[in-house]
């Protein structure tokens, strides 16, 4: 599986970016995907992952109510779209993705795109 993330760029504190992660998956539909955020000189973070299906959904409370996570199987897709942005969500951003069996809410994944990079100044 390969990954590509795009979409990310300089935003002002209070605006919004949706971020993309195209899969060359011919079985793009039987992966799960999650999104990553790696601020600098810190750890990586887990912000969102979605199902095989677009059935499950997880936000951990930080980003919780400003990020959404959506995908469209039909174009081997997910998108991380994300408002009310603020300087703590600067980061180097990665799309992942793993096999469906294993539960997408865990962040053990296991196929990696580059990152993105967010910068969101105050």
């Known amino acids: 599986v390969q990954l590509q993330a795009s979409g990310g760029g300089l935003v002002q504190a209070g605006g919004s970016l949706r971020l993309s992660c195209a899969a060359s998956?011919?079985?793009?539909?039987?992966?799960?995907v999650g999104w990553f955020r790696q601020p600098p000189g810190l750890e990586r973070e887990f912000v969102a992952a979605?199902?095989?299906?677009?059935?499950?959904?997880y936000y951990p409370d930080s980003v919780k109510g400003r990020f959404t996570i959506s995908r469209d199987n039909a174009m081997n897709t997910v998108y991380l779209q994300m408002k009310d942005l603020r300087p703590e969500d600067t980061a180097v951003y990665y799309c992942?993705?793993?096999?469906?069996?294993?539960?997408?809410?865990?962040?053990?994944?296991?196929?990696w795109g580059q990152g993105t990079q967010v910068t969101v100044s105050s």
């Open positions: 979605i199902s095989w299906n677009g059935g499950g959904i």
């Open positions: 992942a993705a793993k096999d469906y069996i294993t539960d997408y809410r865990t962040n053990d994944y296991t196929y």
């Open positions: 998956a011919r079985t793009f539909s039987s992966i799960s």
